[in-house]
């Protein structure tokens, strides 16, 4: 739904419950798009930041291919100091 701004500021209870529930509320200025309402939790999947380590493993597409990764195992070489 689009929010003129004046409606948004006069309505903001009603605009954040349906950010909330609805989803993404866009407010317009003079008729232009110029802003967007969302929820907290819509935000930080955006952000990435609702996601762990473990959980972005598991959702990998190489989740399941069986690659294997193998640490090479040579020391170097020796430096003379």
Known sequence: MNWQLQ?????????????????PQVITV???????????????????QEENLADFFLRSPLRGSELEIERNQDLGREVEL
């Open 7 to 23: 409606e948004a500021k006069n309505r903001l209870s009603e605009l954040v419950k349906e950010a909330r529930t609805s989803g």
């Open 30 to 48: 003079h008729g232009k798009e110029a802003a967007v309402m969302m929820s907290v939790e819509e935000y930080r999947r955006l952000k990435g």
